[in-house]
C-alpha cells in the first residue's frame, strides 16, 4: 500500500509517487490542526498546565513519519 509505505516522507521520494504524498499530507495537516486545537482548547479551559506527551494508538499511528510530524507541528513528545 502506498499510503503506508511512503508514509510522510520527505526524502528520496519517486517524482511518481510526490501526488500520493501531497494527498497524505493534506490529509493529516487537518487533523494535526484538530490535535493542536484540542489541546490548546483543554489547556485553556481546565486545570491543565500543559501536556506532557502525546500517546498514538492503532493502525494509523505506523504511518511512517507521523510520530515526527505530529512532534514537530504541536511541539509535543509523541509516543507509539
Known amino acids: 500500500n502506498a499510503k503506508r509505505s511512503l508514509g510522510l516522507a520527505t526524502e528520496q521520494v519517486p517524482q511518481s509517487a510526490r501526488p500520493i504524498v501531497e494527498v497524505i499530507y493534506e490529509a493529516t495537516n487537518e487533523l494535526f490542526t484538530s490535535v493542536r486545537n484540542?489541546?490548546?482548547?483543554?489547556?485553556?479551559?481546565?486545570?491543565?498546565?500543559?501536556?506532557?506527551?502525546?500517546?498514538?494508538?492503532?493502525?494509523?499511528?505506523?504511518?511512517?513519519?507521523?510520530?515526527r510530524a505530529l512532534a514537530e507541528y504541536t511541539r509535543i513528545p509523541v509516543v507509539l
Do not use: A
Open 38 to 67: 484540542t489541546i490548546t482548547f483543554v489547556t485553556n479551559t481546565h486545570k491543565i498546565t500543559h501536556v506532557d506527551r502525546i500517546l498514538l494508538s492503532g493502525n494509523g499511528s505506523k504511518l511512517t513519519g507521523l510520530p
